[in-house]
């Protein structure tokens, strides 16, 4: 196992587009979190998913974003109708249940530009 | 609701000195605090974690830090630092049931030759 893989690395959009990442856990993760890093900043929590249910969504998740993760493995996030505001690091993490769960492991992220 | 304040934006340190970070956290509880480290283009590594018992953590790569309930700080220090430690660290709380991390803003270190 690799590690949580993201893609893809690099994003650039334009204002309006609609566009879709993916996170692919570490296989025997049943835990997978998503969050968002702007620059200067630390991590925001957006959503977590155990197994396939969703969990726990942040106020920081607008209508505008839908998070899914079919079957309890990869997770997509959605962003539609794009915004300039939107443009920052997403990063997906994953993670065992207990308090294992609390030593994440990040994938390298998808970092997004919205134009 | 848990916050964390990381008080220095940068630091830097030269070579094979010491170094601390400092973190103060907010919660009303024993919290779960936790050191992560990026590197430029880089996700996060988790360098160390703190549940509960010994206050003093090891972590990976020669850090420690130092959980004091008295002052709300959970500071991270390595005697000798590398070159290669140049990154932004940032400290984190979990509390309570929830496993939605609270990550402060970053220290970002600088290492001179």
């Known amino acids: 196992d690799t590690g949580v893989s993201q893609n893809p690395r690099h994003k650039i959009t334009k204002r309006g587009q609609n566009v879709t990442f993916r996170c692919d856990p570490i296989?025997?993760?049943?835990?997978l979190y998503w969050y968002r890093q702007t620059l200067g900043q630390g991590p925001e929590f957006l959503t977590y998913?155990?197994?396939?249910?969703?969990?726990?969504k942040s106020r920081l998740l607008s209508d505008r974003f839908s998070a899914e993760r079919p079957k309890g493995s990869f997770s997509t996030l959605e962003i539609q109708r794009t915004e300039q505001g939107d443009s920052a690091m997403y990063l997906c993490a994953s993670s065992l249940d207990g308090e294992g769960s609390y030593g994440y492991t990040f994938g390298s992220g998808t970092r997004l530009t919205v134009v | 609701a848990q916050s964390v304040t990381q008080p220095d934006i940068h630091i830097t340190v030269s070579e094979g000195a010491s170094l601390e970070l400092r973190c103060n956290y907010s919660y009303g509880a024993t919290p779960y605090l936790f050191w992560y480290v990026q590197s430029p283009g880089q996700g996060l590594q988790l360098l160390l974690k703190?549940?509960?018992?010994?206050?003093l953590v090891q972590g990976i790569k020669g850090f420690e830090a130092e959980f004091k309930r008295s002052q709300s700080s959970f500071n991270l220090r390595k005697p000798s630092v590398h070159w290669s430690d140049a990154a932004e660290y940032f400290c984190?709380?979990?509390?309570?049931?929830?496993?939605?991390?609270?990550f402060g803003s970053g220290t970002r270190l600088q290492v001179q030759p």
């Open positions: 998913f155990q197994n396939e249910a969703q969990l726990e």
């Open positions: 984190a709380v979990g509390a309570g049931g929830r496993r939605a991390l609270t």
């Open positions: 703190y549940f509960s018992g010994d206050t």
């Open positions: 296989s025997e993760h049943n835990r």
